[in-house]
C-alpha cells in the first residue's frame, strides 16, 4: 500500500510537469461529459418524463454512473491503455520485476485529469439530490455509496477484462467500448429505458444493471425491497470471470511471446 | 495532383489492412445505434407530439450517422502529424516537393474513407433489415438522394477543413491533448452527434445551423431522411459551401504563418 | 548456474496480403505461417561468467533472453536457472536477474532519476543499507553522482543509459542480461559501459549474458561465445578458439620504394598504390615470416604490420559459414 502511494506521488509528479495540457485536459474532459449533459437536458425540455423517470431522477442515476466510471478511469487507467502497455514492451518491463502483475499494470498509470468527468459527476448530485423529492434516510444514502462502490468494482473488472481481451486481439477490441464507453453514456438513463431485452442481457450478462437500475429503484422510492441495496456487491462476482481470463491472457502471453 | 493521389492511394491500402478492428467497429456502432434508437423510443412513447422529427426519420438519421460516423468523427486525429509537430520533424518534411497542408488533407481523407469502406455496408444492410419503424429507408425520391450525396460530400470536407485548424494549433500551442479533447466535445456536440441538432431547443436552433458544425454531418443526414426538402436543402448545401471555402482558405493562411514560424525559429 | 536442455519454441504468425480484394477476403479467413523461433536449444552457463550471444536479427536471440528471465514459456525442453524453471516461479526468479533493454526505458521520464532508482528499492524491497551502498557503488563507477538529479528527459542517451545499467543493478542480481546495451551510444560512453560491466563482472561475481551486433563489445568484454542462427546454436567456444579457426588468412600492409610488387601463386595482393600495398597470405601454404621475408627480398620495406580477422570480419565470415 506504502508503495501504491510512492507511485501515485510519483505519477502526480510526472503529470504536473505539463501544467498547461493537464488543465486543459481537465476542462476538456469536464466539457465531454458536458456535452453529454445537455443532450439529456435537451430532451427533459421537451418531454417532462420517460418511463416514469423525472430530470431529476435521472441526473442522480447519471451522476453516480459517472462518478463511478470517472473514479475507475482515473486509477484503472493502466488496464485502459494496456493494449499500449503490450505494443511498447512494457509488459516485458514488468514481467521482469518482482512484483503482481495486476499491482504493476495498476500503477503503471493513473490519469488524474479524469477530475473532469468526476467535478462533473459531483456537480450533478449537488444539484439532485434536494430536488429528487427523495427522502434522505440513512438508508438512502447507503445506497448511494454502495452504488458507486459497486460501480466502480464492475467497472473496474471491465477494464480488467478488456486488458485481458487484449491479449488475443488487439484489434478487435474496440467492441469492448460498447460495455465500457457504452455502459457509462447509456447508463446516463436507467437500462429499463431501452426495452426488458436491454434490461435483461445488462443484469445477466454485462450486470451494469445490478448497481444501477435495481438499487435505483429502491432509492428513489420505486421499489420498498431493501435488498436491492446489495445487488451492486455483486461486482465482485463479476470480477472473477474477468480476472481469470486475464490472468489466462498473461499465461497466453508468455507462450506466445506477443 | 499525382502525387497527392498516390499519397491517398498509400494510406487507403494500410487502412484496408485493420480487418478484425473492422468488425469489432461494425459491432460497436451496430449496438451504438441501436441503444441510441431505444433511448429515443422510450422518450417517443412518453410524448409523441414533442418529438421534432419522425420516429422513422430519426432511424434513418442515427443509422446513417453510424454507417458514416468513421467519416465524421471528431475524435479521431492523425497522431503521426501532431508527433511530427512536436518532435519538430516536420522541418523534414518541408524538405520535400509537397504542399503539407494538402497532403495532410489527402491522408486524412484516405484514413477516414478506408474505414468507412470496411464498415459501412454492413451496418446499412442490417440496419435496412429491422422491423419498421426502427428500419433504415431509401430516400424518398431520386433528388434526395443526388442531392445527399453531393452534401455528404461537401460535409466530409468541411470537417477535414475544421481539424486541419487543430493541427495546425498545434504550432502554436505545442500542448495538443488539450485542444484536441476541447475541440473534440465542441464539434460532436454542435455538429448533432450527441443528439440530432432538431432536438434542440427551438430558440437555439437558428444559431446552430448556421455554425460551421452543422454543415457537417447535420446537413447530409437531415437531407437523407427527408427532414429537410426543396429550398431549404439548396441553401443548406450552399452554406457547406461556403464554410468549406472560408475554412479553408484560413487553413491554408494560417498554415504559412505557422511554418514562416517554424523556419524562423527553427522549429 | 545457468542450464537450457532442448529447449523449442514455435510462433504462429498471421499473414497479411497487400490489396483491397485480400484485404477484404481475410476479413473471413486468415492464414497462418508457422516460424521456428528456437529449435533444440541447449547451453550451460556457470556462476560468473561472461557470455556473448551474437546472430543476425531475428535469429533467436531475444526468445531466449525472454525466456530466461521468465517472459516466455518454451514449447518443449528444460531451463534451470539458479535451481528454478524462470516461467513457473517468475516473481522468485526475477528478484535474482537483472535485465537491460538497451532501446527501452525502465526509468520514469519526467522524474529526477533518484526518484526512480528509490521506487525500483521499493518495488525490490531492497534494504536501505545495501540500497545506500549498492547506490554509492554504482554512482560512483558510473560516473552518474551529477546528473541523478536530473529528470531523465534530459538526460544524454550515454548518460541515460548507464543510468539503466545502474538501475537493473540496484537490486545486486546474480544474473545480468544485456541486450544491445552500447547501441547509439558515443565512443566514450561505450568504453565506459563496458569498463563497467567488467567490473561488475570481477568485484560482485555477476553472471553476464550479453547480446549484441558491436562486435568490439564481445571483444572487450567475453572470453566465451554462443552464436545462435535460425534458432539452432550453431557454436559454442571461447574468442580465441575462433580466432584460430578463420586465423589461416593475414593480412599483410606494407609501405615500400622501389620497384612494383608482383602477385606470386602463394601472395595475393589486395591492393597496391603509390608504394602502399595489402597483401593477403595463406598462412597454410606461406607461414608470415616466409611472407615477410619474401618482400622484403623483393622491395626497400619502410613499414610493416601484419594483422589477423578483426571480429568483424570473423563474424562476417561465420556467417557465410553457416548460411545464416
Not at chain 2, 460532436?188 to 448556421?210: C, D, K, N, R
Not at chain 3, 496480403?17 to 484485404?23: K, L, R, T, Y
Not at chain 3, 552518474?144 to 537493473?168: D, H, K, V
Not at chain 3, 549484441?212 to 578458439?241: N, V, W
Amino acid at each position: 500500500m506504502k508503495l501504491y502511494f510512492k507511485y501515485l506521488s510519483m505519477l502526480l509528479k510526472c503529470q504536473m510537469q505539463y501544467k498547461v495540457s493537464f488543465t486543459l485536459t481537465v476542462i476538456g474532459q469536464f466539457l465531454v461529459s458536458f456535452t453529454t449533459f445537455l443532450g439529456v437536458y435537451f430532451m427533459f425540455s421537451r418531454f417532462n418524463s420517460v418511463n416514469s423517470f423525472t430530470f431529476p431522477e435521472v441526473l442522480l442515476c447519471f451522476s453516480i454512473v459517472l462518478m463511478a466510471f470517472s473514479i475507475t478511469e482515473c486509477f484503472v487507467r493502466g488496464f485502459d491503455v494496456f493494449p499500449q502497455l503490450i505494443k511498447s514492451g512494457d509488459l516485458d518491463r514488468i514481467l521482469v520485476r518482482p512484483r503482481n502483475e495486476i499491482f504493476q499494470v495498476l500503477t503503471s498509470n493513473v490519469d488524474f485529469t479524469r477530475i473532469g468527468r468526476l467535478m462533473q459527476a459531483v456537480l450533478m448530485l449537488i444539484y439532485a439530490v434536494p430536488v429528487s423529492g427523495i427522502i434522505w434516510s440513512p438508508d438512502k444514502v447507503i445506497t448511494i455509496v454502495v452504488m458507486i462502490i459497486g460501480g466502480i468494482v464492475m467497472f473496474s473488472a471491465l477494464f480488467v477484462l478488456y486488458a485481458g481481451i487484449s491479449f488475443f486481439t488487439i484489434e478487435g477490441l474496440e467492441f469492448m467500448n460498447i460495455f465500457t464507453d457504452g455502459g457509462r453514456e447509456f447508463g446516463k438513463y436507467p437500462f429499463s429505458i431501452y426495452g426488458e431485452g436491454v434490461l435483461k442481457f445488462f443484469t445477466y450478462i454485462i450486470p451494469l444493471a445490478l448497481f444501477q437500475y435495481y438499487p435505483f429503484l429502491y432509492l428513489t422510492g420505486k421499489s420498498g425491497n431493501i435488498g436491492l441495496i446489495f445487488l451492486p456487491l455483486m461486482g465482485f462476482v463479476f470480477m472473477i470471470p474477468c480476472y481469470s481470463i486475464f490472468k489466462y491472457g498473461i499465461k497466453r502471453y508468455k507462450s506466445t511471446g506477443s | 495532383m499525382r502525387k497527392y493521389i498516390s499519397f491517398f492511394k498509400i494510406r487507403f491500402i494500410e487502412g484496408m489492412q485493420y480487418r478484425a478492428a473492422a468488425w469489432a467497429g461494425i459491432a460497436t456502432q451496430f449496438a451504438w445505434g441501436g441503444m441510441n434508437l431505444l433511448m429515443f423510443w422510450a422518450f417517443y412513447q412518453n410524448g409523441e407530439n414533442s418529438f421534432p422529427m419522425t420516429f422513422p426519420e430519426l432511424s434513418n438519421y442515427i443509422w446513417m450517422q453510424q454507417a458514416f460516423l468513421a467519416m465524421f468523427m471528431a475524435w479521431f486525429f492523425d497522431n503521426e502529424i501532431f508527433d511530427g509537430i512536436m518532435s519538430g520533424n516536420i522541418a523534414y518534411e518541408l524538405c520535400r516537393p509537397i504542399d503539407l497542408y494538402n497532403m495532410w488533407f489527402v491522408k486524412n481523407m484516405a484514413i477516414r474513407l478506408s474505414r468507412m469502406i470496411l464498415r459501412c455496408m454492413p451496418i446499412l444492410i442490417v440496419a435496412a433489415l429491422l422491423p419498421y419503424p426502427f428500419n433504415l429507408t431509401l430516400p424518398s425520391n431520386t433528388l434526395n438522394g443526388v442531392s445527399f450525396l453531393v452534401s455528404i460530400f461537401l460535409g466530409f470536407l468541411v470537417l477535414i477543413a475544421f481539424s486541419m485548424l487543430i493541427y495546425i494549433s498545434a504550432f502554436y500551442t505545442l500542448s495538443p491533448k488539450g485542444i484536441r479533447i476541447l475541440s473534440t466535445s465542441v464539434i460532436e456536440f454542435f455538429a448533432g452527434a450527441v443528439i440530432p441538432l432538431p432536438f434542440f431547443p427551438e430558440t437555439l436552433q437558428p444559431i446552430m445551423y448556421a455554425l460551421p458544425f452543422a454543415s457537417m454531418q447535420n446537413t447530409p443526414f437531415l437531407i437523407y431522411t427527408g427532414y429537410i426538402t426543396g429550398f431549404e436543402v439548396m441553401r443548406s448545401m450552399l452554406l457547406q459551401v461556403t464554410w468549406l471555402i472560408i475554412l479553408l482558405t484560413s487553413g491554408k493562411l494560417l498554415m504559412k504563418h505557422a511554418l514562416k514560424k517554424v523556419v524562423v525559429q527553427g522549429g | 548456474m545457468i542450464e537450457l536442455k532442448n529447449v523449442n519454441k514455435t510462433f504462429k504468425i498471421a499473414k497479411r496480403n497487400a490489396g483491397f480484394s485480400e484485404a477484404v477476403k481475410a476479413l473471413f479467413k486468415r492464414e497462418y505461417t508457422y516460424v521456428n523461433a528456437l529449435q533444440d536449444v541447449s547451453f550451460a552457463i556457470n556462476d560468473g561468467e561472461m557470455v556473448g550471444y551474437i546472430g543476425p536479427n531475428g535469429a533467436g536471440k531475444s526468445s531466449t533472453i525472454k525466456i530466461m528471465s521468465g517472459i516466455l514459456t518454451p514449447d518443449n525442453g528444460e531451463c534451470i536457472i539458479n535451481g528454478r524453471t524462470p516461467w513457473k516461479d517468475r516473481i522468485a526468479h526475477v528478484k535474482d536477474i537483472g535485465v537491460v533493454f538497451g532501446q527501452r526505458s525502465q526509468l520514469w521520464w519526467d522524474v529526477p532519476v533518484v526518484d526512480s532508482f528509490e521506487l525500483i528499492r521499493d518495488i525490490y524491497k531492497i534494504e536501505a543499507y545495501s540500497y545506500k551502498k549498492m547506490l554509492n557503488e554504482l554512482t560512483e563507477l558510473l560516473d552518474i553522482g551529477e546528473i541523478i538529479r536530473t529528470p531523465a528527459r534530459q538526460l544524454s542517451l550515454g548518460q541515460r543509459m548507464r543510468c539503466e545499467i545502474a538501475a537493473s543493478l540496484l537490486h545486486n542480481p546474480k544474473i545480468l542480461f544485456l541486450d544491445e546495451p552500447t547501441i547509439g551510444l558515443d565512443a566514450v560512453s561505450k568504453i565506459a559501459v563496458r569498463d563497467f560491466i567488467k567490473t561488475i563482472n570481477r568485484e560482485h561475481g555477476t553472471t553476464v549474458i550479453l547480446t549484441t551486433h558491436d562486435m568490439q563489445d564481445i571483444e572487450a568484454l567475453t572470453e566465451r561465445i554462443l552464436l545462435i542462427g535460425k534458432g539452432r546454436i550453431l557454436l559454442d567456444g571461447t574468442l580465441s578458439e575462433l580466432k584460430k579457426r578463420n586465423s589461416a588468412y593475414k593480412t599483410v600492409t606494407v609501405d615500400y620504394v622501389g620497384k612494383k610488387l608482383e602477385e606470386t601463386d602463394k601472395i595475393i595482393i589486395k591492393k597496391d598504390l603509390d608504394g602502399h600495398a595489402e597483401i593477403l597470405i595463406d598462412t597454410a601454404v606461406l607461414s608470415v615470416s616466409e611472407a615477410i621475408s619474401y618482400i622484403s627480398s623483393e622491395v626497400d620495406v619502410k613499414d610493416i604490420s601484419v594483422m589477423g580477422e578483426t571480429a568483424e570480419e570473423m563474424v562476417v565470415s561465420l556467417y557465410k559459414e553457416f548460411k545464416i
